[in-house]
Nanobody
Framework: QVQLVEAGGGMVQPGGSLRLSCAAS????????MGWFRQAPGKEREFVSA????????SYADSVKGRFTISRDNVKNTVDLQMNSLKPEDTAVYYC?????????????????WGRGTQVTVSS
């Protein structure tokens, strides 16, 4: 079992920045892909970004490319999401997730563990 806890959400004005952090505990000795998803009210959960354990494979949704950056510390078992140039359409609950294996996937159903989420609101 792996437990994931997100932190760093909040409210920010358009154009602002936020940094989300996810701390993993439990069976973290197993290689996992770590990812971020988000879900806005009335919408399905969507992929944001993911990174393999080695960092050799990183993926971003088109909607966040150039604005968001995922980073990972395998010693501390954390994965961060730096979000810059935020837009109102980025407003959502952001979830950290872990998938067994080394191949980055954008499909929520392939992730084995999920955090409870942290709210990000972008509004003037």
């Amino acid at each position: 079992q792996v437990q994931l806890v997100e932190a760093g959400g909040g409210m920010v004005q358009p154009g602002g920045s936020l940094r989300l952090s996810c701390a993993a505990s439990g069976r973290t000795s197993i290689t996992y892909v770590m990812g971020w998803f988000r879900q806005a009210p009335g919408k399905e959960r969507e992929f944001v970004s993911a990174r393999s354990w080695s960092g050799a494979s990183i993926s971003y949704a088109d909607s966040v490319k150039g604005r968001f950056t995922i980073s990972r510390d395998n010693v501390k078992n954390t994965v961060d999401l730096q979000m810059n140039s935020l837009k109102p359409e980025d407003t959502a609950v952001y979830y950290c997730a872990a998938a067994r294996g080394a191949v980055v996937t954008t499909t929520p159903a392939r992730y084995d563990y999920w955090g409870r989420g942290t709210q990000v609101t972008v509004s003037s």
